[in-house]
């Protein structure tokens, strides 16, 4: 469904990505974890056009993603949950949700989607007309993934959604994360510190290291992967 | 081909206040370029093209400073401007080191009164042009009080206290006198309001430019004022009709010689020629257009003053010559004994013109000494 | 008093209006407009060439007034502050720009419309004057109103549009805006485009009362950067709030402090001092990072 | 028990209508190192505000040493030796590392502005003081590699290691952490779980944390304190934490296989 | 400092002080000398606005202090027959108290707040200017001395302007010693300690404070020595032009001494008094473009922007990069 082929990607004169090589299929999720500085989250704003890369090639269905406009990608069907979650704080839960619907014209469609976000999300109903920046971090974040849902995406890319959560709500996102991907047929791109977490939660998995894939395979054989626990879950939680 | 007379224009031709200055340049350009195509101005035994140097100082007095610096290097003895009390006193230094005689738009009597020598007010004073209109008034129209209101600028503020003093001087009651306006209000209907309640019989728009003019004329009669309106200033009639219509029909204000009644053929031609060179008249140019004709007549008095203002001064005192844009044998003389104690001020008619249906007519004239 | 709060309402309205341009402007891009007010004049210019020189209808001149900045405003946006945004290390570094396309305008305007005063034809007659409490001419009441209106279509336009929903996504998160499928390009060039737009109109409005001259845009941006502080900068309720504020402040003053000369200005300026030193961020502002 | 380093008393903080913290209190001990931990919104960063000066306490104090040092400005609270770093994460951005860690050493310095404008002695010794320091510390904290780079280029991890350069740079006693694991893996995380350990051992730092990272916060902590809605619900050692019913309902969940947790 | 460096400063020195002269003696053009004057004295100003700058401050309140460093000059040799010489410091004194009294609350502000305040108070100047008795309100003073002799224990260091018989090189040397000063302490403010603590204000005052930095102290005195810059270019100017009015320093005057920093370049000591040469000369150049005068000198600002947003020395970066 997605590839990338070789892909380098440079800030200034620094690179981030050194040809890097990924796939995703229909209806997976797969996580990529490492290192910070890794390149993870590079690899995320490289699909969404957010940056662009200087080779290589990224194909999503089949026709190339690189050099268009992050608005034309979203419209394809790839909504993406970024870093530090980004919510329009000044606009309601329904405002923002319905940003997360802006590339779709079908009103009814839209209304639908609306109602399993908030079906899916039950805290968002009760706070709907409410100023997102009064929500707590974990209500936020629940919020910009039910926005992501609500341009109704084909892939969706999530960004350390964990980040600065407390330890209840993680569980409660990483639930929503499964049923999403399961009740959905939506495939799923984590990006994630808290590898444990995503090794659970996936099917396969992809390790970064300084701007290259190191490791990659199905998760439940990493988790018991010795470099993997080495370096990426510690010996016991 | 003549050689080349070159005189100087300081002044403001750009931004907010470009129309002061514009005018002021167009007239000059406008005579330079009809005196040329007659052959040039003889003085003396030469016969000068005259050349009309611009420098736009942007209403700076910092600028006008620079501005009189290029004239002086330029080699020009006499230069027009500035438009503003502030670029006017800034320049004198210059002028004076350098010998130049200039003719500012500016009122501050230091200017023209010893030991200052080198400038010529070039228009009639609101302090000479105020108690006329004023005694005028009181003696036909049985005005006895009067207000008055400045915008907040050094110019209109020095001129209203003028007015005040005159109007006082004259045993008028003065109503009001310590309203002000900032130039970009856009409703005047509150600033005027506490002026129209204390009910004068005349009400002085101090310095008021012409984009103001209207507007206030507008909200005075909007506020149910029917009173007198006067300012000392000069006005366009069309910006009038534009601005404020059949309401400001009454309005009374100075200008040139420019009113059916006054104007010469010269006057006339000189309007029609700066119409087709700029595409439409400004009628502030009525009093603007004097400068430049002063300057060339003196010096054709006195064709040592071409490079020596020392000349171009002794003759001031006994200077007169006919005066071509007004009808009759009016002159062109040297004034201002009695306001600056020595003659530094070009004695232009006062006319004084009240505004009727998108004309001027002449109220009266007088003249200043 | 009734007068006071007449004269205040219908100058705040105005004055909200030509707010409203400038925040939408900076809250979009981070740029504050030093040309916003030269956008005023001009719009009142090309009002006065439509109505007075060609004879056409106010409305008329009204509607190319909006659309002649519209396209200015969008040409602007997307020929000189994107590529200068683009590539400038520190944001203020747009001010020099809007500063130097005020200059421009001022020159432009100069060139093409001369340096005098203009007005058209009042577009209603009479004065409404009830019982001499108060006073208004039925041009300055249909003028107040004709703003008012455009502001509340504004807050509608803004509220419920997807344009403004997506314009005001942009201006509280650009990137996030961007993963929503927000052309930010088009969008800011939209925006700027409305902005510079509502100053036109504003112009348009005012060439029927106030007339117009060139000398009108530097201090017309001066007091809008007041009433957007006043409100709270990049905030639309603020600006509106803001705009009020100075009218009704103005207002007052000028009756209130009519007896003691030329101080109306000063003391609106040093209360504004005062509040900001106690409240940075104005009204309804975000505070500023 | 010592006499403790840092006394909260009582500390409430209303935000117009909304109450962040309402009375807490709770001793520190010098060298304890001790984790403030919470739902999202529970209060804690405003807590750190308090200690660090940053904000005003509604209700109540903070005493560092016996004196009150709430309502200090914070260069003053920092000047005493209390230090915070930030949650967001908060750096010079437009300095490379090194420059950044140097001029964190401000309040070290002996020369007066006035000495540094004309270059005197002891400027230029300040000078060199510092230079060594910043080094000793950025080696300290491993970021040798990057010393010359231009913060804005660093990732997450960094960034948050820098922010702790730039606080160690004060040679503060007391330094309050707000979420310093935050955005790292498992393998960074307990390096800088060693190393706070360190500072506490060899520097005789005493640390207050804020983090959501359990394993960490449980490796870490002496002990720990649970807030709640602004309230302090429980406090205790780790293992009490961990077992508190409170707690567990409040901010950590039961376990759960299926997601890892 | 470097051998290179010490060429560079005795390069500049020698062309302030000797080449300019020689150049106008030769050329014969002496309008010059107040051209240069005013470029020397505006980028004393300009040179407080990116001092501003410098802690993150925008600053378009420059004007302000010209008028009020203009008036105190003005009045005390006016009205209390100060030597122009001791007032030339108090100017520049009562500028730094007046900034202090005014920047404590309103340095709080960031952003466009301060930047939009600090336009206000050039207003406020100007209005009070015309309210205040002392000032003379709207005739302004006129007719104010030139310098008299500066003498110190009977040595004539300064002869008396008025004795001169080219008082416009007595100013131009005069500014271009100010200016030398100036960029001379802005230089060693910026290279200190005290220019690595005034850029961490820029980049994140809350993480300054918390390092210690007293961040409130530090912004008053960067804005205290601003502001005496600016009081003393004002103070020069109304002695060359021996007279002062409330309109002698407005708005666009403080407009103008933020665009010659944003012209030379905000990251560069030197930017602020690149900036002012090229835009006053370029205006005066310009005058033989008559009416498009305006149109011309806005569209070239534009121009270089399109062009370097940086500013000018920005062109120094690239080849550094380059190399
Ligand atoms: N805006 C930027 N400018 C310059 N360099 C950048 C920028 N953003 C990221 N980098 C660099 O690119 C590399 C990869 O960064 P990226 O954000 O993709 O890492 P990451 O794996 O997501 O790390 P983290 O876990 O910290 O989020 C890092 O070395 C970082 O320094
Ligand atoms: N300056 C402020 N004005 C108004 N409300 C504030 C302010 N600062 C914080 N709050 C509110 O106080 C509450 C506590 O915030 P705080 O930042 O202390 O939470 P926290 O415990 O650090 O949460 P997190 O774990 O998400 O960082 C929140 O509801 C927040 O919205
Ligand atoms: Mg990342
Ligand atoms: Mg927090």
New interface residues.
């Given amino acids: 469904m997605l590839s990338f082929e070789n892909v380098e990607l440079y800030y200034d004169h620094v690179y981030a990505l050194k040809g890097v090589s990924i796939e995703l299929m229909e209806g997976e999720t797969v996580a990529l974890i490492g290192a910070n500085g890794a390149g993870k989250s590079s690899i995320l704003r490289a699909i969404t056009g957010l940056r662009k890369i200087k080779s290589g090639r990224i194909t999503y269905l089949g026709e190339r993603l690189d050099g268009r406009p992050a608005a034309d990608i979203v419209r394809s069907g790839i909504a993406m949950v970024p870093e530090g979650r980004r919510v329009f704080p000044l606009m309601s839960v329904k405002d923002n949700l319905l940003m997360g619907a802006f590339t779709r014209t079908d009103k009814a469609g839209i209304d639908q989607t609306l109602e399993s976000v908030l079906t899916r999300f039950p805290r968002l109903r009760e706070r709907f007309n409410q100023q997102a920046s009064t929500l707590s971090g974990g209500e936020q974040q629940m919020m910009v993934i039910g926005r992501a849902l609500m341009a109704k995406p084909r892939l969706l890319l999530l960004d350390e959604p964990s980040l600065g959560i407390a330890p209840k709500l993680v569980q409660d996102i990483a639930r929503a994360i499964v049923a999403i991907s399961r009740d959905e047929g939506v495939s799923v791109l984590l990006v994630e510190q808290n590898s444990r977490m995503a090794l659970s939660i996936s099917n396969r998995t992809y390790a970064l290291s300084t701007g290259q894939v190191v490791l990659s395979g199905p998760s439940a054989d990493l988790m018991h992967d010795e470099r993997i626990k080495a370096a990426y879950l510690g010996g016991e939680l | 081909e003549n050689p080349v007379l070159k005189i100087g224009f300081v002044g403001v031709t750009s931004g907010p206040a470009a129309a002061w200055g514009i005018s002021n340049q167009r007239s000059m350009e406008t005579r330079a370029a009809w005196l040329n195509e007659l052959g040039g101005v003889t003085i003396g035994d030469t016969t000068y093209d005259v050349e009309i140097v611009p420098f736009d100082d942007q209403k700076d007095p910092k600028r006008a400073i620079a501005g009189m610096e290029k004239m002086a290097q330029d080699g020009v003895h006499y230069v027009v401007g500035p438009n503003v009390d502030d670029g006017a006193a800034a320049v004198r230094p210059v002028a004076e080191q350098n010998g130049i005689m200039y003719f500012p738009y500016a009122f501050p009597k230091e200017l023209y009164t010893p030991p200052a020598s080198n400038a010529i007010l070039g228009m009639v004073a609101n302090y000479q042009s105020g108690p006329a209109i004023y005694k005028h008034l009181m003696d036909n129209s049985g005005v006895k009080k009067v207000a008055f209101v400045a915008a907040n600028e050094s110019d209109p503020l020095s001129q209203r206290d003028g007015g005040v003093e005159a109007a006082k001087a004259l045993g008028l009651e003065v109503v009001s006198d310590s309203v002000t306006y900032q130039v970009d209000t856009t409703d005047f209907t509150p600033v005027l309001l506490p002026v129209i309640q204390s009910a004068p019989d005349l009400l002085v728009l101090s310095g008021v430019s012409p984009a103001n003019a209207p507007q206030l004329i507008r909200s005075a009669r909007e506020l149910g004022y029917t009173g007198l309106i006067s300012t000392e200033t000069a006005q366009d009639a069309t910006v009038l009709t534009e601005g404020a219509g059949e309401l400001a029909n009454g309005f009374i204000s100075v200008g040139g010689a420019s009113t059916p009644e006054l104007a010469s053929d010269a006057m006339r031609e000189f309007v029609d020629r700066y119409t087709k060179m700029f595409g439409e008249y400004n009628d502030e140019s009525n009093t603007k257009v004097y400068a430049l004709e002063y300057i060339l007549e003196t010096l054709k008095a006195n064709p040592a003053a071409i490079d020596d203002v020392e000349a171009f001064k002794s003759t001031m005192d006994t200077f007169e010559a006919p005066n071509p844009f007004m009808v009759g044998d009016a002159k062109l003389t040297y004034v201002g004994s009695t306001s600056f104690g020595q003659k530094r001020q070009v004695s232009v008619p006062l006319v004084v013109n009240e505004f009727r249906d998108g004309k001027f007519e002449t109220l009266f004239v007088a003249q200043v000494d | 008093m009734e007068q006071i709060l007449a004269n205040g309402l219908y100058l705040g309205a105005q004055y909200a209006l030509i707010a409203l341009g400038l925040t939408l402007i900076f809250s979009l891009m981070n740029v504050l407009n030093f040309a916003h007010g030269q956008m005023y004049v001009f719009g009142g210019f090309v009002t006065y060439t439509v109505v007075a020189q060609f004879g056409l209808p106010f409305i008329v001149g009204l509607l190319a007034s909006a659309a002649v900045l519209a396209v200015m405003g969008g040409l602007i946006e997307k020929f000189l502050f994107r590529p200068v945004i683009r590539r400038s290390k520190r944001e203020e570094s747009t001010m020099l720009l809007a500063a130097g396309i005020a200059f421009f305008l001022d020159a432009v305007i100069l060139l093409l419309f001369g340096e005098k005063q203009r007005g058209v034809p009042k577009i209603v007659n009479g004065v409404l004057n009830w019982d001499m409490r108060i006073i208004m001419p039925y041009d300055r009441i249909l003028i107040g109103v004709l703003a008012i209106t455009l502001i509340a279509s504004f807050i509608l336009f803004m509220q419920y549009s997807r344009t403004g929903r997506a314009m005001r996504a942009l201006a509280q998160d650009r990137m996030a805006a961007q993963l929503m499928g927000v052309d930010v390009d088009r969008y800011s060039m939209i925006g700027f485009a409305l902005g510079a737009m509502l100053a036109g109109l504003v112009g348009g409005l005012l060439v029927t009362i106030t007339g117009i001259n060139l000398g009108m845009g530097g201090p017309t941006s001066v007091k809008a950067f007041l009433m957007i502080m006043i409100g709270g900068a990049g905030v639309i309720s603020g600006a509106i709030a803001g705009g009020f504020i100075l009218g009704m402040m103005e207002s007052v003053g000028l009756t209130l402090l009519a007896a003691y000369g030329d101080i109306t200005y000063l003391v609106i300026f040093a209360t504004l001092m005062v509040f900001l030193a106690i409240r940075p961020q104005g009204l309804m502002g975000k505070p500023w990072g | 028990m010592t006499a403790p380093i840092l006394q909260i008393k009582g500390v409430t903080k209303r935000f117009g209508g909304l109450t962040a913290n309402s009375d807490i209190s709770f001793d520190v001990a010098p060298r304890e190192i001790l984790s403030v931990i919470g739902p999202n919104g529970a209060g804690k960063s405003t807590l750190f505000k308090q200690i660090a000066g940053f904000i005003n306490p509604t209700v109540g104090e903070v005493l560092f040493k016996g004196d009150r040092i709430s309502g200090l400005p914070p260069h003053k609270v920092a000047r005493l030796g209390v230090v915070r770093t930030f949650q967001e994460t908060t750096i010079f951005r437009s300095m490379t590392v090194r420059e950044n860690v140097i001029v964190a050493h401000h309040l070290r310095s002996k020369a007066s502005l006035l000495g540094f404008f004309f270059g005197s002695g002891q400027a230029r010794a300040d000078e060199a003081d510092f230079a060594r320091s910043a080094d000793d510390i950025i080696d300290f904290l491993g970021l040798q590699s990057i010393r010359n780079e231009m913060a804005s280029n660093l990732p997450q991890g960094h960034l948050r290691a820098l922010g702790m350069a730039i606080g160690l740079a004060t040679h503060p006693e007391v330094i309050l952490l707000d979420e310093p694991f935050a955005g790292m893996n498992h393998d960074e995380t307990m390096r800088m779980v060693a190393l706070v350990r360190r500072l506490r051992d060899e520097r005789g730092l005493t640390v207050l944390l804020v983090e959501h990272d359990m394993p960490a916060v449980m490796k870490i902590s002496d002990r720990i304190v649970c807030i709640n809605f602004g309230e302090k619900i429980a406090e205790g050692t780790p293992s009490e934490i961990q077992a508190n019913p409170r707690v567990i309902e409040a901010y950590l969940g039961s376990e759960d296989a299926a997601i890892g947790m | 400092m470097t051998p290179v460096r010490l060429i560079g400063v005795g390069a500049y020195l020698l062309g302030v002080f000797a080449l300019v002269p020689l150049f106008i003696a030769v050329t014969g ?3 010059f ?3 240069l004057t ?1 470029v020397a004295l505006l980028s004393v100003g300009a040179a407080g606005v990116w001092l501003t ?1 410098y802690i993150g401050r ?1 600053n378009i309140g420059q004007g302000a202090y010209a008028l009020v460093g203009g008036y105190v000059s003005a009045i005390l040799v006016v009205k209390a027959g100060f030597s122009f010489w001791a007032t030339l410091p108090l100017a520049g004194i009562a500028c730094a108290i007046v900034s202090v009294v ?1 920047g404590l ?2 340095l ?6 301060f ?3 600090t ?3 050039t ?2 100047a100007r ?2 200017a ?2 205040l008795p002392v000032t003379n ?4 003073i ?2 104010i001395p ?1 310098p008299g002799e500066l003498a110190v224990f009977g040595l004539t260091i300064i002869p008396d302007f008025a004795t001169l018989a080219n ?1 416009k090189l007595a100013f131009y040397l005069m500014a271009a010693a100010l200016m030398v000063v100036t960029y001379f302490v802005l230089w ?2 910026v290279n ?3 220019g ?2 005034c ?2 204000l820029q ?2 005052e ?2 300054a ?8 102290m530090l912004r008053v ?1 960067a804005y205290s020595i601003s502001s005496f810059f600016g009081g003393i270019a004002g103070a020069v ?1 109304v002695a ?9 320093f ?4 403080s ?1 103008n001494f ?2 010659y920093c ?2 030379g370049g ?2 560069y000591v030197f930017g602020p008094m690149l900036g002012t040469l090229l835009l006053y000369f370029g ?2 150049l310009l ?1 033989i473009a ?6 011309i ?3 070239s ?2 121009a270089l ?2 062009l370097l ?3 000018i020395l920005s062109l120094l970066d690239k080849k550094e990069n380059r190399q």
């Avoid at chain 5, 709080?108 to 707040?113: A, D, E």
């Avoid at chain 5, 404070?209 to 409130?216: C, H």
């Avoid at chain 5, 008559?290 to 149109?295: A, D, I, R």
């Fill in positions: 053009r002496w309008d000398y107040y051209t005013s700058f925008i005014i609350p309103i709080r502000l960031r952003g466009v707040y930047a939009m305040v336009l206000v108070l207003e406020v209005l009070s015309l309210a309100g709207a005739k302004g006129t007719s030139l008082p060693r403010i200190s300690r005290l690595h603590l850029r961490s980049q994140n809350e993480l404070s918390s390092i210690g930095v007293n961040t409130a005195l100017f060359i032009s021996q007279s002062i009015y409330p309109s002698s407005v708005v666009t005057d407009v933020m665009l944003f012209l905000l990251g205006w005066d005058s008559k009416q498009y005068q305006l149109l000198y806005s569209g600002m534009i922007m399109l947003p940086n500013g």
